[in-house]
């Protein structure tokens, strides 16, 4: 089990959507808050939100796909708590694009929150966990880790590679720093409004789409208990096993249960509304 009680928990993305929900779910534990997103607005509403609680909070607002800005906030947390213990990477952006008609700044821009974040952030922070002999870091990835979706093409490559990322991390720290536990979550599209208008699957217990307060609540119990893979719905699964298929079997799949047009009424956030899940 991973205590939560007094444990010091940065989330990434953390002023709106499921990153705020983690919060507030881990403050309820009794856990210390660090928040950092681009929205400065949203960090100071949850601040005080957290503060409501009688938990304590210390908010900055990071650009996450800055090295150096990462590197310098992680070293103002580290002098004035001392680290942390839970690490929440969950700032992501998506885009409706395909591969050959997305533009390159987005995609610089996708890459940038979606997969390099996870190295600065993860770099930051891990080393002191590992001289602490204790952590646990939790990686935000997606259905659309295993499970490829035309029509968010840098959303989708973006979030296979931070599977990658959260895999190959927990293995490398069984022997690096084997009391540094890690988390992989994969959940279907969440009703934040950053998937809003894409459609569902045709399957049972797919018929919309995930409530934030539910998985972030879900994301904390899942940090409790030391899982290492966290699917939401639990029938995603069924994605993993798909994966097997051939590939002209699998299109077929697809296509039939709704896969292959999913995006097809995909209008998301405006750029205005920030850039978190």
């Known amino acids: ?36 997103d681009i929205d400065e607005t949203g960090l100071a509403r949850l601040a005080g939100d957290l503060s409501a609680l009688g938990a304590t909070v210390l908010t900055a607002v990071v650009d ?17 708590i001392d680290g942390v213990d839970v690490i929440i990477l969950n ?3 998506v885009d409706n694009a395909s591969i050959l008609d997305g533009s390159d ?21 891990v080393p002191g966990m590992a001289e602490r002999g204790h952590g646990h870091v939790v990686t935000i990835a997606s259905i659309t880790s295993v ?23 927990r293995t ?46 879900r994301v904390i119990e899942a940090v409790e208990k030391n899982r290492a893979r966290v699917v939401l719905p639990p029938l995603g699964v069924m994605a993993l096993t798909l994966r097997g298929l051939p590939p002209r079997l699998y299109d077929a799949v697809a296509e039939k249960v709704g896969l292959m ?4 009424g995909f209008t998301g956030r405006t750029p205005a509304d920030g850039e978190k899940s």
């Open 1 to 36: 089990m991973t205590e939560l009680r007094n444990a010091r928990v940065l989330v990434t993305g953390a002023a709106s959507g499921i990153g705020r929900e983690m919060a507030l779910a881990a403050a309820a534990k009794g856990a210390q808050i660090v928040a950092w």
């Open 64 to 80: 996450v796909t800055d090295r150096a800005a990462v590197y310098r906030a992680a070293a103002s947390v580290d002098d004035a």
């Open 91 to 93: 700032a992501g952006i």
């Open 105 to 125: 700044e987005m995609l610089d821009r996708v890459m940038g929150v979606n997969l390099m974040s996870l190295f600065w952030c993860t770099k930051a922070f």
């Open 147 to 169: 499970v490829p979706t035309p029509g968010m093409a840098t959303y989708t490559v973006s979030k296979h590679a931070a599977y990658g990322f959260a895999e190959t991390l």
């Open 172 to 217: 490398e720290l069984r022997t690096q720093a084997p009391g540094v536990r890690t988390t992989v979550v994969m959940p279907f599209f969440i009703g934040t409004g950053m998937f809003e208008g894409a459609g569902t699957v045709k399957l049972p217990f797919f018929t919309a789409h995930l409530e934030p307060r539910e998985v972030g609540q």
């Open 261 to 264: 047009s999913v995006m097809s």
